[in-house]
């Protein structure tokens, strides 16, 4: 039911979104990273925001 977003936007504007995004967030963690006080904890909550997630969008 309803109108699904396949339907309404073209393939291309979703890639290009998601590139725009990554490379934004990928921009934003390596300024972020270069910062004073930046340490092992920073980089433990990185991969445990990825690996969560990643198992998020694996279970629908």
């Given at each position: 039911?309803?109108?699904?977003?396949?339907?309404?936007?073209?393939?291309?504007?979703?890639?290009?979104?998601?590139?725009?995004?990554?490379?934004?967030?990928?921009?934003?963690?390596?300024?972020?990273?270069?910062?004073?006080?930046?340490?092992?904890?920073?980089?433990?909550?990185l991969?445990?925001?990825?690996?969560?997630?990643?198992?998020?969008?694996?279970?629908?």
């Amino acid at each position: 039911m309803g109108i699904r977003l396949e339907s309404v936007v073209p393939a291309w504007i979703t890639v290009g979104f998601y590139l725009a995004l990554y490379a934004t967030m990928t921009m934003l963690i390596l300024r972020w990273s270069r910062r004073m006080g930046w340490g092992p904890w920073h980089r433990f909550a990185l991969g445990a925001a990825g690996l969560v997630t990643y198992a998020w969008h694996g279970f629908p």
